[in-house]
Nanobody, 120 residues
């Protein structure tokens, strides 16, 4: 069984910074990509950033230049450094991983979500 455990959310003022972490655990054979999605009230879940096992990254246009995704392969952990936060960044942020366990084909897994609120 795979678990994705997120941490680092919270309340921050506009212009502030937060760092999210997501650690994957379980009988993991290989992690091919990890990323972050977010869902604001009344809106669909959207991609924020993704990083592959080779280090390639992709960002939503709305966060380019402000957010940075990184990954520690040895720890099966992905990070999202969020700078210059805006009220419109307020959402529940979900960790996502495309990975393969020892006994199954590659699949997508989700974390439980962590709330990020940007407000003065």
């Amino acid at each position: 069984q795979v678990q994705l455990v997120e941490s680092g959310g919270g309340l921050v003022q506009p212009g502030g910074s937060l760092r999210l972490s997501c650690a994957a655990s379980g009988s993991i054979f290989s992690i091919y990509a990890m990323g972050w999605y977010r869902q604001a009230p009344g809106k669909q879940r959207e991609l924020v950033a993704v990083i592959t096992n080779t280090g390639s990254t992709n960002y939503a246009d709305s966060v380019k230049g402000r957010f940075t995704i990184s990954r520690d392969n040895a720890k099966n952990t992905v990070y999202l450094q969020m700078n210059s936060l805006k009220p419109e960044d307020t959402a529940v942020y979900y960790c996502n991983a495309y990975l393969e366990v020892v006994t199954a084909r590659p699949m997508y897994y989700w974390g439980q979500g962590t709330q990020v609120t940007v407000s003065s």
